[in-house]
């Protein structure tokens, strides 16, 4: 009798696959301790594998503490296997090997909070992918193809001529968020904050600065200092002719 149980009460298994050996792979989706422990906790990915009497034989995790990673589903490929699900409101498609080691992330931004909650492999190297797409005031199913390796890669958006990378953490937040770039040289900078209708809010910095490391706190508020609402927000930095957005999310829970 195979009777098999692990994580927390916050975990959720979401998807189960049995290979030709008979073992049993199993997505889950943890809960992670968020900002400053102050969050109930925000979802990793977490792939398991069981031989036929529930003996635990590999194990690993995918995701950040700080990003809001959600898998809902996965199929296995020639070379191992790939989970498709969410990522700070973007398609979230990540592959790996046949024993879980990371082979790479791909993230697909259509304009709105997306999640895709099941996929099926078409045979040709692509996917066929389902899933919501939540608007202000309605939701609307999807269905799209995405190839393999044809996304938009999250490392290589990071690095634009000049503009080196930019990160935000925690994300998602709920008093204030870091923003961390790097310059590779001297070059004007701006940073601002747009909502998901393309409305700048708030302009965080528009000046000269040295290359290197540098960070920003933004608290959430708006040009004028008033508390924007709970929602998505999209920080974009532009270093001479090249831009970085990150998207990012704010949640007082009040």
Request: with cysteine; hydrophobic share 35%; proline share 3%.
């Amino acid at each position: 009798e195979l009777d098999v149980t692990w994580g927390g009460s916050s975990d959720a298994a979401r998807a189960i696959y049995q290979n030709d050996e008979s073992d049993y792979l199993v997505l889950t989706n943890d809960q992670a301790v968020g900002e400053a422990n102050t969050f109930p906790g925000w979802p990793n990915i977490h792939v398991c594998c069981f031989d036929c009497n529930g003996t635990e034989l590999w194990s690993e995790h995918y995701g950040s503490s700080y990003d809001y990673d959600e898998g809902n589903d996965f199929i296995v490929t020639e070379n191992g296997y790939a989970i498709i699900g969410c990522h700070l409101g973007d398609i979230y498609l990540i592959v790996s090997d046949s024993i879980g080691c990371y082979d790479g992330e791909w993230i697909y931004d259509l304009g709105k909070w997306e999640v895709a909650n099941s996929m099926v492999g078409t045979g040709d190297g692509e996917y066929a992918v389902a899933g919501l797409i939540y608007g202000y005031s309605d939701i609307c199913p999807f269905l799209m193809l995405i190839g393999y390796p044809s996304g938009i890669e999250q490392e290589s958006s990071q690095s634009t001529g000049i503009l080196e990378a930019l990160r935000t953490y925690p994300n998602p937040f709920s008093v204030q968020t870091t923003i961390a770039y790097s310059l590779m040289e001297p070059e004007h900078v701006e940073i601002s904050v747009y909502n998901l209708i393309g409305q700048r809010l708030n302009v965080l910095t528009d000046k000269s600065m040295i290359a290197g490391d540098h960070t920003l706190v933004w608290n959430g508020i708006d040009h004028l200092g008033k508390p924007l609402q709970d929602g998505i927000y999209f920080i974009r930095i532009t270093s001479g002719h090249y831009s970085v957005t990150e998207k990012v999310i704010y949640g007082r829970g009040d």
